[in-house]
T-cell receptor
Framework: GNSVTQMEGPVTLSEEAFLTINCTYT??????LFWYVQYPGEGLQLLLK?????DKGSNKGFEATYRKETTSFHLEKGSVQVSDSAVYFC?????????????FGTGTKLQVIP | NAGVTQTPKFQVLKTGQSMTLQCAQD?????MYWYRQDPGMGLRLIYY???????DKGEVPNGYNVSRLNKREFSLRLESAAPSQTSVYFC???????????????FGNGTRLTVT
């Protein structure tokens, strides 16, 4: 079956530091890949996505590139802010039997300190 | 721009009690989902509805039932709550586009349920 593996947190960074959160996946087909972000007390929100190999998703300074050869979709940001503190989930999605089957990683908590 | 609305936000039940979690979306999405979120386990799919009038089991359906009341509303029912059902429950919706897995899920803010 499909699976998503993320680096364990929590990750603590100083403001303006460079962020990388690793994500690798296993899938039988050609999935779409996503990063979702969850702020305290809220649901998950889409951060960025990529639907095919070599696509780069980007949003709010975050980027991730769909690497089929290494089955990875690492999240990066050049300069984090305190407001980026949240839990980040990597996910893959495949259309299966008429619905969208989404497999989530376990989440990585990011704390950014001033 | 309400998106996905879940009620209630918090609930405490005693073992054996029943309750229904409500979910409504205003984005005209065809598919809706119920997930539970537990520490260290990510999100696990309980039930889904690919379109109005259809529902199906996900990864962890035992102890739950669902109803797709119409295109907007998808409720989750716990008939006899157990402590193992203590969790945060999220409803989500997405617009399925034939054969494409690229549609993102839109989530509500969750229901925090404690079963004592």
């Amino acid at each position: 079956g499909n699976s998503v593996t993320q680096m364990e947190g929590p990750v603590t960074l100083s403001e303006e530091a460079f962020l990388t959160i690793n994500c690798t996946y296993t899938a039988t087909g050609y999935p779409s890949l996503f990063w979702y972000v969850q702020y305290p007390g809220e649901g998950l929100q889409l951060l960025l996505k990529a639907t095919k190999a070599d696509d780069k998703g980007s949003n709010k300074g975050f980027e991730a590139t769909y690497r089929k050869e290494t089955t990875s979709f690492h999240l990066e940001k050049g300069s984090v802010q305190v407001s980026d503190s949240a839990v980040y989930f990597c996910a893959l999605s495949e259309p299966t039997g008429g619905y969208q089957k989404v497999t989530f990683g376990t989440g990585t908590k990011l704390q950014v300190i001033p | 721009n309400a998106g996905v609305t879940q009620t209630p936000k918090f609930q405490v039940l005693k073992t054996g009690q029943s309750m229904t979690l409500q979910c409504a979306q205003d984005m005209n999405h065809n598919s809706m989902y119920w997930y539970r979120q537990d520490p260290g386990m990510g999100l696990r799919l309980i039930y889904y509805s690919a379109s109005e009038g259809t529902t199906d089991k996900g990864e962890v359906p035992n102890g739950y039932n669902v109803s797709r009341l119409n295109k907007r509303e998808f409720s989750l029912r716990l008939e006899s709550a157990a402590p193992s059902q203590t969790s945060v429950y999220f409803c989500a919706s997405a617009q399925l586009r034939g054969g494409s897995g690229g549609s993102p899920l839109h989530f509500g803010n969750g229901t925090r349920l404690t079963v004592t």
